[in-house]
């Protein structure tokens, strides 16, 4: 279970049954904002198969609620401290602090890994390789 800044708490196994789509990103990091219409644009589109999440690695709560107001964003936004383990326990780092981000986590329905992505990549990217992935198991 964690916090979230504008939905309460949530758990992964809330999702069950649902594709997951974890955003691990921070108010200060220049790509992970620039990323962030593309990431809000697939939950949108893909909300009926996956829920979407975003994860605030070094919570500045006054940046993440200008972020929360300007981009109109709707989906859970979690607050986690940069040094939380959850990215090591999804296999997205190593170390016990986020080494690089943005980073994105896609989980299958039945609670597995499917896909990791790490840096940002060709705008466009993110929303082929994640619909590429939910297509691919239909």
């Known amino acids: 279970e964690f916090e979230t ?10 999702f069950k049954g649902k594709w997951v789509l ?14 962030l219409p593309e990431i809000l644009s697939l939950a ?13 690695m070094d919570y500045k709560p006054k940046a993440v609620q200008e972020l929360i107001d300007h ?3 709707k989906i859970p936004v979690a607050a986690m401290g940069h040094m939380s ?21 896609l989980i299958q ?9 790490v840096g940002m990549g060709e705008p466009g990217n993110v929303a082929k390789t994640v619909e ?4 691919r198991t239909e």
């Open 44 to 56: 949108e589109k893909e909300k009926d198969r996956m829920a979407v999440v975003a994860v605030e």
């Open 132 to 135: 590429s992935n939910l297509n």
């Open 85 to 105: 383990p959850l990215p090591i326990q999804l296999g997205v780092s190593a170390v016990d602090y986020f080494a690089e981000l943005p980073a994105l986590v």
């Open 109 to 117: 329905p039945d609670g597995e890994v499917a896909l990791i992505m």
């Open 71 to 73: 981009f109109q964003i």
């Open 5 to 14: 800044v504008n939905k309460g708490p949530i758990t992964l196994e809330q």
């Open 22 to 35: 974890i955003d691990f990103g921070a108010s200060w990091c220049a790509p992970c904002v620039k990323m």
